[in-house]
């Protein structure tokens, strides 16, 4: 019996953060909706297609933003919510499909290889569709080709709330006519890169030698030929085990105030040793960055036996920051990075006071889960938002450990 034809599909959700903020409120219905840091200083997570319309995209500084769109509305964003919503949708595709990979908070790829026998792909992925439309209230779009890198640049074509099929044998024809910016991986540098060699759509990357792009553009090069030519053949994986959790800030105004910064270190570390004791995870590395007010940025890590402890973590997270903070000159921004993340609880020696640490570590969090996460902090941290608003858009809250499992 013959193999049967490989066919994949990409969901992506539309533009997921401002589409659950409007199920909270449907005072945001059809209006520009910019999701991000209220500050100038801050950036735009997301934003609605009508702020689009004025140029307003993710990423963006929003002092840049609110130039574009004066008259949008800006929030800020919720992190948790946006993580039960995209739960809703992982558990729907879960329940209808037997193998797929979640890539992102809003993004998922589909393998439906063999169901053109049985109910067909296209009906499979358009009940799906319909089917989390209907359970979470959310729009979503997909694409469905031969690969991975096809279906999403198909999704893309199909948005908002559409989908595209590209048959097999079509994908040359249907990439030829698109920007080298469509290729997933594509970012500004490269973009310059490619139009340096006078490559701005992707039937030019297809009629070029693969020698000549490797030649150029090395390992990168020959990666861009392929996906020219519609060829990915990376498969569906249905597990991503998250390695580090990571928060930053950026000030409003530049500051070389050391003991804040000590402090907000200090409730950031706290913070994310919490996340990681909620996620049943330990960490080996622990990471800091500066970025200086001329954006020169510098970083430097350490590892360390396998931990959770607030105490340990935050007192490498400081030891960091002294052996980094040379320059003495104005900082922009501050990170905290804990990686190497493997399952498993704080490894302790038999000594009353690790055990009364680890008892006291756990009645806090019982607190925090229960009251939220700044129920319970150290003093030092109680003024570290005085310092400045985070350019993250959840208010520099650190991000939940959420490892694409298969539930």
């Known amino acids: 019996m013959s193999k049967p034809e490989r066919i994949i599909s990409h969901m992506d959700l539309d533009s997921f953060f401002v589409s659950v903020e409007r199920l909270r409120n449907r005072a945001f219905v059809g209006k520009p909706l910019i999701i991000g840091g209220n500050s100038d200083r801050g950036v735009v997570a997301s934003c609605s297609y009508e702020a689009r319309a004025f140029g307003v ?15 949008a509305i800006v929030i800020q964003g919720d992190s948790h919510l946006y993580s039960e919503h995209s739960q809703l949708v992982t558990q729907v595709i879960a329940d209808s499909v037997p193998l797929y990979e979640k890539s992102s908070i809003d993004e998922f790829y589909i393998d439906l290889s063999g169901m053109d026998r049985f109910f067909g792909c296209w009906k499979v992925a358009m009940n799906l569709k319909e089917r989390i439309q209907k359970e979470t209230g959310l729009p979503i779009s997909f694409g469905v080709s031969s690969n991975k890198t096809v279906s999403k640049i198909a999704t893309g074509t199909a ?30 540098e490269t973009y310059k890169s490619l139009r340096l060699l006078g490559i701005q759509y992707i039937r030019t990357l297809q009629d070029m030698p693969r020698e000549l792009l490797f030649k ?11 996906k020219a030519q519609g060829i990915d053949h990376r498969p569906i994986v249905p597990f991503h085990e998250r390695k580090s959790i990571s928060t930053e800030r950026t000030f409003q105004r530049d500051t070389i105030d050391v003991v804040k910064l000590r402090n907000l270190l200090t409730a950031m570390a706290e913070n994310l040793a919490f996340q990681l004791r909620r996620g049943n995870k330990v960490c080996a590395c ?34 960091l920051f002294e052996a980094l ?37 756990q009645a806090m969090d019982r607190i925090r889960l229960r009251y939220g996460e700044q129920a319970v902090k150290r003093a030092v941290g109680l003024d570290a938002k005085s310092i400045g608003r985070g350019d993250n858009p959840f208010d520099g809250s650190p991000p939940q450990l959420l490892a694409n499992r298969r539930h």
């Not at 993710?58 to 008259?71: D, I, N, R, V």
């Open 57 to 71: 995209h993710s990423a963006m500084p929003m002092k840049q933003a609110k130039l574009l769109c004066p008259e």
């Open 159 to 188: 948005k908002p709330a559409g989908q595209r099929q590209v048959a097999s044998g079509d994908e040359k024809p249907f990439l030829a006519p698109l920007s080298v910016r469509k290729i997933p991986g594509v970012g500004s």
């Open 216 to 226: 150029t553009l090395q390992k990168t090069g020959l990666d861009l030929w392929e």
């Open 286 to 319: 622990v990471s800091v960055k500066i970025r200086y007010s001329d954006f020169n940025t510098h970083s430097r890590q350490h590892k360390i036996p396998y931990t959770n402890s607030d105490q340990i973590l935050i007192q490498n997270t400081l030891a």
């Open 325 to 361: 903070y040379q320059r003495r000159m104005l900082i922009r921004l501050i990170g905290v990075r804990f990686s190497d993340l493997v399952e498993g609880g704080a490894q302790l020696a038999l000594f009353d006071q690790e055990t009364q640490m680890l008892a006291l570590y």
